[in-house]
């Protein structure tokens, strides 16, 4: 059992489910939790009453290589907006490997009213930032050379 606690949820990445991750976070919240995991602009996404979570309900992607004891939690991505691209391609729901010299950015679907296509990012040490032409240096620093990202 400590062995199961000490992978937090890293069980489920076989499952390539993003809802499965925060399923765990749903607990800690009030019942009508819902409106926490959808980014207001997100018209594909609705928000739960229930204490059930899906991909259908969730805004947000999780990198699932996180974890507290990591180097440089400042730097290190959690979780973020879902609506990615690498090379201009939008990245499908997945479970998706992100490298340090992936060529990322964000697309116009989420916070498409902005001059320039932008998105936040929740990092490990708890700090959130909207970031604009600038994800690609965020990834670079990265303290993993790669990141599995559990995308809704």
Same mark, same amino acid.
């Given at each position: 059992?400590? /062995? ?5 949820? !890293?069980?489920? &990445?076989?499952?390539? %489910? ?5 399923? *765990?976070?749903?607990?800690?919240? *009030?019942? $009508?939790?819902?409106? +926490?995991?959808?980014?207001?602009? $997100?018209?594909?996404?609705?928000? =739960? #009453?229930?204490?059930?979570?899906? $991909? !259908?309900?969730? !805004?947000?992607? %999780? ?11 400042? &730097?290190?991505?959690?979780?973020? $907006? ?11 729901? @997945?479970?998706? #490997?992100? #490298?340090?010299? +992936?060529?990322?950015?964000? #697309? ?11 998105? /936040?990012? /929740? ?7 909207? &970031?604009? =032409?600038?994800?690609? @240096? ?7 050379? &790669? ?6």
């Amino acid at each position: 059992m400590t /062995m199961a606690c000490s992978r937090g949820t !890293s069980a489920f &990445t076989l499952i390539e %489910l993003p809802a499965s991750h925060f399923q *765990t976070l749903s607990n800690f919240l *009030t019942p $009508d939790f819902g409106k +926490a995991f959808v980014c207001p602009t $997100d018209k594909k996404k609705n928000p =739960t #009453t229930n204490s059930f979570l899906t $991909d !259908s309900n969730i !805004s947000y992607f %999780l990198n699932v290589n996180a974890a507290p004891l990591q180097p440089n939690p400042v &730097t290190l991505i959690l979780a973020g $907006d879902r609506h990615l691209a690498v090379a201009g391609n939008p990245v499908p729901p @997945s479970l998706f #490997t992100l #490298t340090t010299n +992936a060529p990322l950015s964000w #697309t116009r679907e989420l916070h498409g009213k902005m001059k320039m296509p932008c998105g /936040m990012l /929740m990092f490990l040490d708890g700090h959130v930032e909207i &970031t604009r =032409t600038n994800l690609g @240096s965020l990834v670079q620093r990265q303290p993993l050379a &790669t990141n599995h990202l559990a995308i809704p």
